[in-house]
């Protein structure tokens, strides 16, 4: 069975600074892929990046960055430039490209942008 | 539809009483999750359709907990004896495809249902 660990409950920073939201995974699989969602206190899960197991590169959406180390089966979110609309639950989540799979979710990391 | 719909967004109901949440996937998503959100949890997995059977309805927490779908399309979970623990954000999500080969299409999410056992 897979398992997504977020270390992080809460993380704090400045507006236009970067910032790292940690994620760690557990799997036995070789085929996967990594998810961000950002859930903004509306409640909507928002789709914000994915990494495949197989590619080479990190994945980039604009402001946000994965740093992906299959190593050491880490996929860490790097938002630049942070906005104070990035205010936000920030879910790392795990799907196995292996028969009928499901997305696992880590328990989040709460990020707050001060002005 | 333009996105997932659910409905009713919020619901309040008295301990053992039935309850039943609605989920309308974006059209032709063949794929859907039902999750559970406790208040500063992370989502919780309920059941998963690909079309209209369930192939992994593994996190459903009880025999109270049951789901359908039909069509290939509207889905509803019902909650029978609802009891306080029951309370918390239901979320649904769809997506194009739900087998390994299409690993990157990712879930939309509805807005979810908020209930409140009291």
């Known amino acids: 069975a897979q398992k997504i660990t977020q270390t992080q409950p809460g993380m704090f920073v400045q507006e236009k600074e970067a910032v790292t939201l940690d994620c760690t995974y557990d799997t036995s699989d070789q085929s996967y892929g990594l998810f961000w969602y950002k859930q903004p206190s509306s409640g909507e899960m928002i789709f914000l990046i994915y990494?495949?197991?197989?590619?080479?590169q990190n994945a980039t959406e604009g402001r946000y960055s994965l740093n992906f180390q299959k190593a050491r089966k880490s996929a860490n979110l790097v938002i630049s430039a942070s906005q104070l609309g990035d205010s936000a639950m920030y879910f790392c989540a795990m799907r196995m490209n292996s028969g009928y799979s499901t997305l696992t979710f880590g328990k989040g990391t709460m990020l707050l942008v001060s002005p | 539809g333009a996105g997932v719909s659910q409905s009713p967004s919020n619901k309040v109901t008295e301990k053992g009483k039935d309850v039943e949440l609605r989920c309308d996937p974006i059209?032709?998503?063949?794929?859907l999750y039902w999750y559970r959100q406790s208040l500063g949890q992370g989502l919780e997995f309920l059941i998963y359709?690909?079309?209209?059977?369930?192939?992994?309805k593994s996190g459903l927490p009880s025999d109270r907990f049951s789901a359908e779908r039909t069509g290939g399309s509207v889905s509803t979970l019902t909650i029978q004896r609802t009891q306080q623990e029951d309370s918390a954000v239901y979320l649904c999500?769809?997506?194009?495809?739900?087998?390994?080969?299409?690993?990157?299409?990712?879930?939309?999410f509805g807005s979810g249902t908020r209930l409140t056992v009291v």
């Open positions: 059209s032709g998503h063949t794929a």
């Open positions: 359709f690909q079309g209209n059977s369930a192939p992994d």
């Open positions: 999500a769809s997506s194009a495809v739900g087998t390994g080969a299409s690993i990157f299409y990712g879930y939309t």
């Open positions: 990494q495949g197991s197989y590619d080479e």
